[in-house]
């Protein structure tokens, strides 16, 4: 079947271990592309609190900021325009390694997963989403 799907020539697969070797391909292929929809991978901390004012809100630890103004705002801007999200705040030390962004966002418009997928394909993946938080508050 994958001699047809990769346009080979029959006659050319014919040795076991040339099979074994499109096999392996063909299955390397597939699961490349499988990892590419999935999920970032960072497990994401729910936390519940109350306060004056009901919001959702996700806070995101980033590895390769350099700067406030180039790099934190470049991620506010991109954040920003995804749909749902209201705000950004950045907190940024230039001798940090990680450096954190929170996000006020409406959480039936966007999700926390987006917004990681968002900010680790800014400038060809110079920034790493490391740690998120996702914030509900709830009225006092």
């Known amino acids: ?3 047809l799907l990769l346009g080979l020539n029959p006659n050319f697969v014919e040795n076991k271990r040339m099979k074994k070797l499109l096999t392996f391909l063909l299955m390397a292929l597939l699961m490349a592309c499988q ?3 999935e999920n970032t991978g960072i497990v994401v901390e729910k936390i519940q609190e109350k306060g004056p004012v009901a919001k959702v809100s996700a806070k995101f630890s980033i590895k390769g900021m350099t700067c406030a103004h180039g790099c934190g705002g470049k991620i506010q801007k991109e954040l920003e325009k995804i749909p749902g999200v209201t705000a950004t705040q950045l907190d940024f030390v230039e001798e940090r390694e990680v450096n954190v962004v929170t996000a006020d966002f409406n959480a039936n418009a966007t999700s926390v997963d987006k ?4 900010v680790n394909t800014i400038a060809d993946g110079k920034y790493k989403v490391v ?3 996702e914030i509900t508050t709830t009225l006092q």
């Open 1 to 3: 079947m994958y001699v």
């Open 131 to 133: 740690a998120a938080q």
């Open 35 to 37: 990892n590419q929809t």
């Open 115 to 118: 917004m990681i997928e968002c």
